[in-house]
């Protein structure tokens, strides 16, 4: 079956830009997460759903970060006023539910660039 | 707080045997492992609950210790698609939200 779909595959924007960013999960899954991953990091935390309701949003940064799930499928990150510290890879994974036995299925990840 | 991950990077030859240890601060009480390939998404290995040890990929096992907070990743007779990145990924009780380790870079030469 299909995995999780992240659009676009490359972003590249203005300083100061709105962008938002795209993640289609594994169809069924209920759990959603974003992360953000810098050049030779890990993928950092960002914020998980369950369902339509974030479960955790500890990991945004600042409240220029927003990310919605209306339906409990499809996602969208919001980034306003992009800084180029926000410059990264921004990966999404879904897995099938809670549960500490639910592994991560990762999409190929935005790649955001501002200039 | 961001599990740490030993050793930071490891270059084998193909046959070789290598372990990659993750250790927190915090009580596990699950660790997923990923590896990730240049370029690409990281990719589920295997999931550890609670001091099980887990044969779940080709020549590749691992471990967990509840006491010691650590979990050890064994890859025996490596080839060379073991290459990339692997991360250890853990959850504070009664939450899933996984934070990675500080990864391990493994290179494999034939």
């Known amino acids: 079956g299909a995995g999780v779909s992240q659009t676009p595959s490359n972003k590249v924007t203005e300083k100061g830009k709105y962008v938002e960013l795209r993640c289609d999960p594994i169809?069924?899954?209920?759990?959603l997460y974003w992360y953000r991953q810098s050049l030779g990091q890990g993928p950092e935390f960002l914020i998980y759903f369950q369902g339509t309701g974030a479960a955790d949003d500890s990991g945004l940064p600042n409240d220029r970060f927003f990310a919605v799930r209306p339906e409990g499928s499809v996602s969208t990150l919001k980034i306003q006023r992009t800084e180029r510290g926000d410059s990264a890879v921004y990966l999404c994974a879904s897995s099938l539910g809670a549960g500490e036995a639910s592994p991560l299925h990762f999409g190929n990840g935005t790649r955001l660039t501002v200039t | 707080q961001q599990p740490v991950q030993s050793p930071q990077a490891v270059i084998l030859r193909e046959g070789e045997d290598a372990v990659i240890n993750c250790s927190s601060s915090?009580?596990?009480?699950?660790v997923h492992w990923y590896r990730q390939k240049h370029g690409e998404a990281p990719v589920f290995l295997m999931i550890l609950l609670k001091g099980g040890e887990q044969k779940g990929h080709e020549k590749i096992s691992a471990s967990f210790n509840e006491k010691k907070q650590q979990s050890s990743l064994y890859l025996t007779a490596s080839q060379l698609s073991y290459s990339g990145t692997y991360f250890c990924?853990?959850?504070?009780?009664?939450?899933?939200?996984?934070?990675f380790g500080t990864g391990t870079r493994l290179k494999v030469l034939a």
């Open positions: 990924g853990t959850a504070p009780s009664g939450t899933y939200k996984y934070i």
């Open positions: 169809s069924g899954h209920t759990a």
């Open positions: 915090k009580a596990l009480y699950s």
